[in-house]
């Protein structure tokens, strides 16, 4: 009896002790993300657990309802899944497969392990199943960005070099040509300032995907950044070359680009153009070389396509060169002044003086502003450039006023760049104040390059310095989009009438008809009228006799240094 007491004890335990354990491997099972499938080979039975009713809305008991599963995803992976299902050996202890669902976009992935015994003979298979579509789909996304261009749907720039490398090899091999064409869309600056980001974003976007249309066999497009485009053609023909691409280009931006907003844009691209193997046999210089040559079509006045050629490389790298020096310059402040005389007309008595920049440079020696001025402007370097003009033109006015005794005028050149600055009304008294300056002996010389982008806020800002008691000069009148009738609005006092008009004066009588109607205009206007490079006697005598009053030339003076203008002012007085 005593026995049995102990079997029955014994085997409760037992039981208890495999209710502990099912209901411990439940457990585990239902916290996990994914669906176990369990075969007992002995059995010949199927057992599922874990999430399995997330997954299939119906049940797998023995071998032959595999099937099911098999049912439900895409036919690629129908076979290797039948493989993971019903295999009873295999090379490696697991085996893993990711599956798409049927007509959906859901991705389960089956782990499976079998284990044997002895013998090597299989007793259980068990398979995990779990939803990877989180995964799958980041995947994809990243493999989209590794290619793409999020923006337009285009290659990217990384991908588009693979292939053009590819085209290169090609072509190296086959002794044939790839046309590299840079398109990049004129005043984008414009669209993204004046009507915003968002716009501009959908105006690349929309000509991206103009551009990925007209690509085909033997033709690839990628945005490089912001409003710049490359495509490459492998084996330029009759009917697909750079020509063709281009007259498609012309046809599409003759229509608006209608924004979701309901803009409509029109816009004009430069395009520049550089071959393998002509212009380059790398990828990379290729794209280099076609954007130099857009540079120059931006220079020359946008809306055009030209092709590279060597001399635009050598021009090219002369003013890039020329560019690092210049930063240098700023940085050592390798600047100095000098300073034109400009007299009376009538009496030739001292006027003022204009303020000129000079740049010596170590290795090219004297640079002129006409040259760096303007890639000071490009670059930016003309802000710190134009302050220190503005200091040290008025603290050596301050000194000559007090060592000469005499008023006269300082002219300084200023350009569109500081004009703009948001600070520069201040930063031109401050500097007045701290030489104690008188505002009416200083004259700032702005051309009209500095009123096109913002005639209204250029004037308003003109007239806060006017308002002070600064004069502000017109230089340059006659080079740009010179109108008469614009000068009534303008907030000047004096006008410069440029070189090339003075040139031609006594010999062009057109010329002289036009330079007499400013003469006459300005003056009537209570506009004071200066005539610059002036070079002849004769010259003077007509500026002169026909009412200009102030001459500024070569004919009086070179520019000086301050030394030599001091000799002057010393041996007139
Ligand atoms: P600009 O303001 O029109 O200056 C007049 C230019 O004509 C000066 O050239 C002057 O040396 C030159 N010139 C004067 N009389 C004659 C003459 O009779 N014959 C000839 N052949 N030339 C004459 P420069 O000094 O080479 O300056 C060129 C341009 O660079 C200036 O033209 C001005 O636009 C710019 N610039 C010069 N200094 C500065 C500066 O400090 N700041 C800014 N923003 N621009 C400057
Ligand atoms: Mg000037
Ligand atoms: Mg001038």
């Known amino acids: 009896m005593n026995e049995l007491h102990y079997q029955l004890d014994l085997l409760k335990a037992i039981n208890q002790k495999l209710a502990e354990k099912e209901r411990m491997y439940t457990k585990v099972c239902e916290s996990a993300e994914g669906a176990f499938l369990y075969y007992s080979y002995e059995k010949n039975q199927i057992t599922t657990l874990g999430q399995w009713k997330d997954f299939f809305d119906f049940n797998v008991n023995e071998p032959k309802d595999f099937s099911k599963i098999l049912d439900v995803v895409e036919e690629p992976y129908v076979l290797a899944l039948r493989d993971i299902l019903y295999l009873e050996k295999m090379k490696e202890e697991t085996a893993t497969l990711d599956c798409q669902l049927k007509g959906k976009r859901i991705w389960l992935q089956f782990r499976t392990q079998i284990y044997y015994d002895q013998n090597g003979i299989p007793t259980d298979k068990v398979i995990y199943i779990s939803n990877i579509t989180k995964t799958k789909s980041q995947n994809e996304e990243l493999t989209y960005m590794a290619y793409y261009d999020g923006l337009t749907g285009l290659y990217n720039r990384n991908y588009f070099v693979r292939l053009l490398s590819e085209y290169i090899r090609n072509a190296s091999e086959n002794n044939s040509v790839v046309s590299v064409m840079i398109i990049d869309i004129d005043e984008f600056r414009k669209i993204n300032d004046g009507i915003g980001i968002v716009v501009g974003d959908e105006l690349v976007q929309q000509f991206g995907i103009f551009l990925k249309e007209i690509c085909e066999e033997n033709v690839i497009a990628c945005h490089l950044h912001s409003d710049v485009f490359c495509v490459a053609i492998y084996q330029p023909s009759a009917s697909k070359n750079v020509e063709t691409i281009y007259k498609a280009i012309l046809k599409r931006t003759k229509e608006a680009f209608h924004i979701s907003s309901g803009q409509e844009i029109h816009i ?92 010596k440079d170590d290795e090219s020696g004297m640079i002129s502003p006409s040259t760096f001025i303007p890639i000071a402007e490009k670059n930016g370097t003309i802000i710190p450039i134009g302050k220190w003009v503005v200091e040290e033109s008025i603290k050596q006015y301050a000194a000559w006023r007090k060592q000469f005794g005499f008023p006269f005028i300082m002219s300084i050149n200023i350009s569109a760049l500081q004009n703009k600055k948001d600070d520069f009304v201040d930063s031109i008294v401050e500097v007045l104040n701290k030489y104690k300056v008188k505002p009416g002996e200083i004259e700032l010389e702005i051309t009209e390059s500095v009123l096109i982008d913002d005639f209204q806020s250029v004037s308003e800002k003109l007239k806060m310095l006017r308002d002070y008691g600064i004069r502000i000069s017109l230089d340059d009148f006659g080079t740009g989009f010179s109108s008469l009738s614009y000068l009534k609005k303008l907030p000047i006092d004096t006008l410069k009438i440029d070189k090339s008009f003075i040139d031609t004066v006594l010999t062009d009588s057109a010329t002289r008809i036009i330079t007499e109607s400013i003469i006459n205009m300005v003056k009537a206007l209570g506009i004071e009228s200066i005539a610059e490079g002036v070079e002849e006697e004769q010259q003077y005598k007509y500026l002169h006799a026909i009412g200009c009053d102030v001459i500024q030339g070569y004919l009086f003076s070179k520019p000086l240094s301050p030394e030599e203008f001091e000799a002057v002012v010393s041996g007139s007085l």
């Open 268 to 359: 004009t691209v430069s395009v520049g153009v550089a071959e393998y193997p002509e212009a380059s046999k790398s990828p990379l210089e290729l794209i280099n070389c076609a954007e130099i040559v857009v540079f120059r079509c931006k220079k020359q006045g946008r809306n055009m396509l030209q092709y590279f050629e060597t001399p635009v490389l050598t021009d090219f790298l002369d003013s890039i060169e020329l560019e690092n020096k210049l930063k240098k310059a700023v940085f050592n402040k390798d600047f100095y002044m000098y300073y034109q005389p400009q007299y009376y007309a009538g009496n030739r008595r001292l006027r003022g003086v204009e303020a000129l920049i000079r740049w």
